[in-house]
């Protein structure tokens, strides 16, 4: 038997449940398009390798960071080395999905580095790494964890990590729902 929490009727639960499944169809969607999207770069990247030049090859081409930018000059994508790891940044990139926008074309920017995926639309950001994935809104307030994560109790002090877990918080950090 199901034990709920006071206050709690089952369809508060299944709503609850349907966010979830919502949240979940949408990152993975996200997770795929920024894949595609990396692997699309890297395939045009080996591409430009392989196109014969009526100049002599260069053997080995070394920057720190590489640079794409459009007819207008405006910076469109990066590769680099910060800090000591490389990172693969679109910007503002358009991105046309269902998944992303019902209603047409959004701004996604996108950033792969040693620390995961990172994607940013207008109104939220999510990051995907091996220990964890999390949503957060536009201001930087995680909303969503799923995964290995770490909270603290603003009454007691004490920390607890869960190795797996689902967190959905609300914007002042408060815990909306936390399984288990």
């Given amino acids: 038997m199901m034990v709920l929490p006071k206050g709690t009727d089952m369809t508060e639960l299944e709503a609850l449940k349907e966010r979830i499944r919502i949240l979940e169809q949408r990152s993975r969607r996200l997770r795929n398009v920024g894949i595609g999207l990396a692997l699309f770069v890297i395939a045009g990247f080996a591409f430009a390798q392989q196109r014969p030049s009526r100049n002599a090859i260069v053997d080995v081409i070394e920057a720190k960071k590489f640079v794409l930018k459009d007819d207008k000059g405006v910076e469109r994508a990066s590769l680099s080395l910060l800090g000591g ?69 603003s009454k007691t002090g004490a920390v607890k990590t869960q190795p797996a877990s689902l967190i959905l918080l609300d914007k002042q950090g408060k815990v909306l729902f936390r399984a288990p």
């Fill in 85 to 153: 790891s490389a990172e693969l940044n679109m910007h503002e990139g358009y991105v046309h999905a269902d998944s992303i926008s019902p209603s047409g074309t959004r701004p996604l920017s996108i950033r792969l580095s040693a620390d995961g995926l990172m994607f940013q639309g207008e109104t939220s950001l999510a990051t995907i790494n091996s220990e964890h994935i999390l949503l957060a809104d536009i201001g930087g307030n995680l909303r969503t964890a799923l995964g290995s994560t770490t909270l603290g109790s």
